[in-house]
């Protein structure tokens, strides 16, 4: 099982977590085996409300590249309708949205069939809960090797160092990193990149370009997850 975090909230974390999913599932059809294979969103603000209740955009993608089949619930157990900081939209839900309460609705045993797990966050590492709390808590609970994305932008740089240096003070392993296009008119891309792969300590799992169809299916083309499945 993985924590998939990003340098900001609009990083790509879904982007490649579904293309990783998908990755896993070409894998396994290469080999002619069944792996199981699951994403996880715990936490999702923005979500639209359906006759079946409410359901977020996010959380319907990884569930759709996920082979291991379980409930909306399962993997999406805090759902709020604003697009705001989950802290705020839970406060005024009345839900209490401390690590201990998030890690008592995730269904691990459930989890623990899948072959691989990700995790999906929210927002970036630092993600507030309230209180004083984080959601990277939660990571450290339940001691889950991360996989970082860096949304490659101006600024990025000092977004991923600040994040792998925060990671790696709470004691956790980076198992990977993904640098993700998000802005197709960055300066001096490639030079970025190398900066980044000079400066970071984990394993670069790929470069995905900007996409101008940003599928499962094409995110998985420019991903490796050899480094990753020695840990899955």
Request: net charge negative.
């Amino acid at each position: 099982m993985f924590f998939v975090t990003g340098t900001d909230t609009d990083s790509g974390k879904t982007l490649v977590t579904s293309g990783l999913l998908m990755a896993f599932n070409r894998e396994s059809a290469r080999l002619g085996s069944q792996w199981l294979t699951l994403g996880v969103k715990p936490i999702a603000s923005g979500c639209e409300m359906t006759p079946a209740g409410l359901r977020n955009s996010d959380a319907l993608q990884l569930i759709a590249c996920s082979t291991l089949k379980l409930s909306y619930e399962q993997v999406n157990p805090f759902s709020f309708l604003p697009a705001v900081a989950p802290h705020i939209a839970a406060k005024n839900a009345g839900i209490n949205l401390s690590p201990q309460v998030i890690a008592a609705q995730l269904d691990l045993p459930a989890f623990a069939a899948a072959d691989l797990c990700l995790l999906e966050g929210a927002g970036g590492w630092r993600l507030p809960l309230g209180e004083g709390r984080y959601l990277s808590e939660l990571v450290q609970q339940l001691q889950l090797p991360v996989i970082l994305i860096v949304g490659m932008k101006l600024g990025c740089l000092n977004h991923a160092l600040l994040t792998q240096e925060a990671i790696l003070a709470d004691g956790l392993q980076i198992a990977g990193w993904v640098a993700n296009s998000i802005d197709p008119d960055m300066s001096v891309f490639d030079e970025n990149l190398a900066t980044l792969k000079e400066m970071m300590s984990a394993p670069f799992l790929g470069c995905i370009p900007y996409l101008s169809e940003p599928t499962a299916e094409n995110a998985a083309t420019y991903l490796d997850i050899k480094p990753l499945l020695s840990l899955s």
